[in-house]
């Protein structure tokens, strides 16, 4: 049997799916360790999906593929972090053919305090955190970090990325990172979490938000780097200004003493995983918003997960905003979809309250048969919900300035829908083992239920007894009415380019099934789910604006000597173990490729290919591993070229800007930055082929 390996720095179960007390104290304001915020009685997804595993996995249930772990260095002395292709070791799995687009040898799991690629493969940092970008911002200095100079620089813990085309401009393209959130104790020698600084709060703003910048090919070796200076490079922080648009802006809900309109809004913050629309911007979800905010009270700050005293970063001591106490509608201006307009650096971007308010982990695009846009989203949190939004506006080809202004205004007129799911095997087959029922497998059916739908001459709820204004910034309180099914932390969502078909990656949640909370349902069969699973949901006649879908089970995830889990049918002898899926994205052969947070697997966490269709159905692969404390995040696919962010290295238990636990990128000495990787083969040719 294959050994796992400890995780380092940390004590076993201390924290959820292997993730760090430092990272859930400063990314989710220790969201797994709070009240549920859900206490409603909607069914719970693990009962429903709890009978979906097909026979075919029990019939080809076999030993895991046989790795061996590298070497892992003691944490904080670890020798300079160099370009790590996958490390030769005894039983390591064999080249195979593979699916189209996963033709490499998968890296073996692994602690390496690096980034470790196939063989074949090369990497390089594209930019990190602290690299100047705009005019005028002067070159990183961790020991004289200011504002003004954090707020030209590449932000804090970059999570997703886009790559766009710059048209005119060879060999050039278009980066749009997100910042999601600072960790201050490793941003700053000397921190002391119960009196920051008033200096050390402001670069913190300026280190939240959104980037974008110019990258330019080599074109010679894959290495890609970032160009400064560029005229559309940006940097948007929690300071800068953004617009309210849709049904929300103007409404007493979200107006403050500092806007008295209700339609503009300094800053965005805790940006997560987002999108790319087909007229050419970004989306960005703003997902833990909650732990920015002091002193909650209402029944509806609970359901958002608002604690009742001070936050962990104490910027309410600086800015009255971020307390409720005094300012009690300014948390309902955040927990939007932000769109970007990446060409036009002198926009004003926009939170489309259409989207509905909660924490989006993403916010992911295609198109009717007659051109309207199609939004979905997750939810990330314990027992909460998955969303999509159907615009009623069809979009306008062409880049003329009526087409643009059109389509900027395509994701204000719609309507928002909640995902409720059902089973088709009876409760008592369910029992939170990942045993399959009678049937053979985890599968089932699924209705989209309208929330409220927003025109251009006003708004309509389609939930009794609320508002569409309190539907749309009260969204999980709608979802509860209706009986939405409660999923396992519903993140990325993402359709498939080339089937049509839609997947859902359900990170964990590790309290299914204890205590009062709800019991495994056959969409979320496991109890205690410490690995998560990904969901597979077919819409009724492959139309994204159905209000029908037929749901399964695609991937259960875990170490596949697990008999819980589940690979699609593909033998379980002949994949790599996988934990916690996160971000997730598509290539150009419809192959999945999942990035992860919070292994409890024991080995750090990494980027995988799986392919969704043909007689490789269900094949995974590790494609890379990122640093110690990392998460991989990101992550974008392109023919010749992978990109990853490299999100919160060093974030382990204990460390410090004087106690490193990570020296990665740039080796002892200096500080931990997280950082933008892209990885390319070494001959050139395509990603897997």
């Known amino acids: 049997m294959r050994k796992l390996l400890p995780l380092i720095g940390m004590p076993s179960g201390s924290h959820p799916a292997g993730r760090s007390a430092l990272t859930c104290r400063f990314r989710c304001g220790d969201a797994c360790f709070h009240e549920v915020p859900n206490t409603s009685d909607n069914e719970y997804v693990g009962d429903v999906v709890a009978g979906a595993l097909s026979r075919r996995s029990v019939m080809r249930a076999a030993a895991v593929v046989t790795v061996a772990a590298a070497g892992a260095g003691a944490a ?15 039983g390591r799995p064999r080249p195979q053919k593979g699916a189209r687009g996963l033709r490499f040898t998968p890296v073996p799991p692994n602690t390496r305090d690096a980034v470790t690629v196939p063989d074949g493969y090369r990497q390089n940092v594209v930019i990190r955190w602290g690299e100047p970008i705009l005019r005028g911002a002067p070159a990183f200095d961790p020991e004289r970090q200011s504002a003004r100079a954090q707020a030209g620089q590449f932000g804090y813990n970059c ?7 710059l048209k005119g401009e060879r060999n050039r393209q278009l980066l749009v990172a997100n910042h999601e959130y600072t960790d201050e104790i490793l941003m700053f020698r000397d921190y002391d979490p119960e009196n920051p600084t008033r200096e050390q709060v402001e670069i913190a703003w300026a280190a939240h938000g959104l980037a974008v910048v110019a990258v330019e090919e080599d074109r010679g070796n894959g290495r890609l780097t970032a160009v400064s200076r560029h005229h559309l490079n940006r940097r948007l922080t929690a300071t800068s200004e953004f617009r309210l648009t849709g049904p929300v802006a103007g409404s007493d809900l979200v107006k403050t003493s500092a806007d008295p309109t209700g339609t503009r809004v300094l800053g965005t913050l805790n940006n997560c995983s ?18 920015y905010f002091a002193n909650g009270g209402s029944a509806t700050d609970k359901r958002y997960g608002i604690g009742t005293g001070a936050t962990e970063r104490k910027w309410e001591r600086f800015d009255k905003r971020f307390d409720l106490a005094q300012e009690p509608n300014e948390a309902h201006r955040f927990g939007w979809v932000v769109e970007l307009d990446p060409y036009d650096p002198h926009s004003a ?14 916010a992911t695009v295609r ?23 159907v615009g009623s506006k069809r979009m306008r080809h062409g880049n003329s300035r009526a087409a643009r202004e059109h389509n900027l205004s395509l994701l204000d007129e719609g309507t928002l829908y909640v995902a409720k799911l059902t089973g088709d095997s009876p409760a008592i087959e369910i029992d939170g083992t990942g045993k399959l029922p009678k049937d053979g497998e985890f599968d089932g059916s699924g209705e989209w239920i309208p929330l409220a739908t927003a025109t251009a001459h006003g708004a309509v709820s389609h939930v009794e007894g609320m508002t569409a204004e309190e539907v749309f910034v009260f969204t999980r309180l709608a979802g509860d009415k209706v009986g939405a099914t409660k999923m396992d932390r519903p993140e990325d969502i993402e359709p498939n380019p080339v089937t049509g078909k839609v997947y859902v990656a359900l990170t964990n949640n590790s309290n299914r099934g204890t205590g009062a909370n709800p019991k495994a349902d056959e969409a979320n069969p496991r109890h205690a789910n410490k690995h998560g699973h990904v969901l597979e949901l077919t819409e009724r006649w492959n139309r994204p604006e159905s209000t029908r879908f037929a749901w399964s089970l695609f991937l259960v995830a875990g170490d596949p000597e697990d008999p819980s889990t589940y690979f699609a049918g593909f033998p379980k002898d002949a994949v790599s173990p996988i934990s916690c899926p996160d971000n997730v994205a598509f290539d150009a052969h419809g192959n999945l490729w999942i990035s992860t947070d919070g292994s409890a697997l024991g080995s750090h966490d990494g980027l995988f290919g799986v392919a969704t269709r043909g007689e490789r159905r269900g094949e995974l692969k590790q494609f890379l591993t990122v640093p110690t404390g990392a998460e ?3 992550p974008v696919v392109q023919d010749r070229r992978v990109l990853v962010a490299v999100q919160h290295p060093g974030e382990v238990d204990g460390a410090t800007v004087e106690r490193p636990a990570s020296t990665w990128p740039d080796g002892p000495g200096s500080y931990v930055r997280p950082a933008v990787v892209a990885v390319w083969r070494a001959d050139g040719r395509d990603i897997g082929v």
Request: one cysteine or more; charged letters at 25%.
């Open 349 to 362: 971007p926009r939170k489309r309250t259409a989207l509905g308010r909660f924490k989006h982990e993403a």
């Open 632 to 634: 991989t995040c990101g």
């Open 274 to 291: 987002g999108g790319t629309t087909p007229w050419g911007t970004t989306l960005h979800g703003e997902e833990n918003f909650n732990q």
């Open 159 to 165: 999570d997703f990325l886009a790559l766009l085309p």
């Open 76 to 90: 904080g002395v670890a020798a300079a972090p160099q370009a790590e292709a996958a490390p030769a070791a005894k």
């Open 367 to 389: 198109l009717t048969h007659d051109g309207r846009p199609v939004v979905y989203s997750g939810d990330d949190e314990r027992f909460d919900y998955f969303y999509k939004f």
